[in-house]
């Protein structure tokens, strides 16, 4: 399956994440049609050390029996250990060079908010971008501004035709307008991970846009 496919509907989650068994919340998320997924165990209060690895390991392999990629959030070390398919890093952590040069052909998200940082982060090695926030999100505390899926187009327009996902406050009530605005999928946490069901929803609502004779 080509990337931008991989990451139609792209499940993030960490424990901190979840109202009940992380294990439980990605099974049912990739039962209903999930295509990627990213451990992120960030935030209060998330694990640390062996629990950590345990989780990660379980989740790995929850992944692997879907066929879906696992993808580590900021910790290369945990993605190198677990043979991971990849890492996702944001602006604000490691060096994005460096990062593509410890984990090889293995694949490389990087968040970016605007057109500059999303040339930067392709010319460093970047596979795909998340491009957020979307919308208004109490997920992730430390946010930058609100600028829409208006900077989806502009980073289309400056030319940029690498695999793009939008994130942040993304809804079943809203995830077309971020598709229409020039991204391939979504990336998306609560809207999943609080509310049992949506991915499938999700899921439906993605394939019925390319699919016309789909029906659910
Ligand atoms: N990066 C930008 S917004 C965000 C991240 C990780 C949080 C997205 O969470 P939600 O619950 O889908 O709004």
Do not use: W
Not at 9 to 16: A, D, K, Q, R
Not at 22 to 42: C, H, I, S, W
């Amino acid at each position: 399956m080509k990337l931008k496919e991989q990451l139609e509907l792209y499940f993030v989650m960490g424990s901190v994440n979840c109202d009940r068994d992380p294990r439980e919340v990605l099974t049912e998320a990739l039962e209903g049609g999930v295509t990627m997924f990213q451990f992120r165990e960030k935030g209060e209060p998330c694990l640390e050390g062996e629990a950590k690895l345990e989780l990660a390991k379980d989740l790995q392999k929850i992944c692997q029996q879907f066929s879906v990629p696992f993808i580590v959030n900021d910790d290369v070390e945990l993605a190198l250990l677990l043979n991971a398919d990849g890492v996702h890093v944001g602006q604000e952590d490691d060096d994005i060079e460096e990062v593509r040069r410890r984990i090889g052909t293995k694949l490389l998200g990087v968040s970016a908010h605007n057109v500059e940082e999303a040339k930067r982060a392709i010319a460093l090695g970047a596979d795909y971008l998340g491009v957020g926030p979307m919308f208004l999100t109490t997920t992730k505390a430390d946010i930058r501004k609100v600028e829409g899926p208006n900077v989806l187009k502009k980073i289309r327009t400056a030319g940029i035709t690498i695999p793009l996902v939008g994130i942040g406050g993304i809804k079943l009530n809203n995830a077309s307008e971020v598709i229409q605005a020039g991204a391939d999928g979504i990336a998306v946490i609560s809207a999943i991970s609080r509310v049992p069901g949506t991915a499938r929803k999700m899921s439906n609502l993605l394939r019925a846009r390319h699919d016309p004779e789909f029906v659910e």
